[in-house]
């Protein structure tokens, strides 16, 4: 399995502002990925972040809005942009070893 | 494309009381399912999953699953609910996004409440 951190654990923040969330894996991981878990629901994937290349954005999601760095094998920004009351969430970064997917905390953003 | 259904979005029992928690997937391939769960202000911990081989899979706090290919369905099981399993529970499937690359589907959960 693996340890996953994130940063911060949750925050107020105004309209019209960005928040980046910070992701860090105990071991070094090719595939990590940042999910959406919007009020009561399911989570959706935002986007996949490999090291060294663009991350790969699920349709519903842009880069502008979401951008994403993946500095190396152990870590990972999301950066929500913008930010309305629409993007009240709880943001997940997860890894992927092999076909299982192991989950950070969360950071749990409402956005007045 | 993939999906995944739990047809129930509340499930309330007694301490005590057994648990079967559904679960139903449409995938093309030969499926990899997963159970997490979500205690009240935690992210998602991994309490089981199937690859292949035993249909029955043994997981963490006392959980089972079982994998009927036949009925598209990966339940969840344990047979005495303690109050600390409070908590959303998701069934999701993995599926294969290119190369040696797997993302998941997930249901949209079962919130389970135990009474004392």
């Known amino acids: 399995s693996a340890v996953i951190s994130q940063k911060p654990s949750r925050d107020i923040c105004q309209r019209g502002t960005s928040l980046t969330i910070q992701c860090q894996v105990d071991?070094?991981?090719?595939?990590m990925f940042w999910y959406r878990q919007q009020p009561g629901q399911s989570l959706t994937l935002i986007a996949t972040a490999n090291q060294g290349s663009e991350a790969t954005y699920e349709s519903g999601f842009v880069i502008d809005k979401f951008p994403i760095s993946r500095p190396n094998l152990t870590f990972s920004t999301l950066t929500v942009s913008n930010m309305s009351p629409e993007d009240s969430s709880i943001y997940l970064c997860?890894?992927?070893?092999?076909?299982?997917?192991?989950f950070g905390p969360g950071t749990r953003l409402l956005v007045l | 494309a993939q999906s995944v259904t739990q047809p129930d979005i509340h499930i309330t029992v007694s301490e005590g009381a057994s648990l079967e928690l559904r679960c139903n997937y449409s995938?093309?391939?030969?499926?990899?399912l997963f159970w997490y769960v979500q205690s009240p202000g935690q992210g998602l911990q991994l309490l089981l999953k199937?690859?292949?081989?035993?249909?029955l899979v043994q997981g963490i706090k006392g959980f089972e699953a079982e994998f009927k290919r036949s009925q598209s369905s990966f339940n969840l099981r344990k047979p005495s609910v303690h109050w600390s399993d409070a908590a959303e529970y998701f069934c999701a499937v993995a599926y294969n996004s290119g190369g040696s690359n797997y993302k998941l589907t997930f249901g949209k959960g079962t919130l389970l409440t135990v009474n004392p």
């Open positions: 071991s070094q991981v090719t595939m």
């Open positions: 995938y093309g391939a030969t499926p990899y």
């Open positions: 997860s890894v992927s070893l092999g076909e299982t997917q192991y």
């Open positions: 199937y690859f292949s081989g035993d249909t």
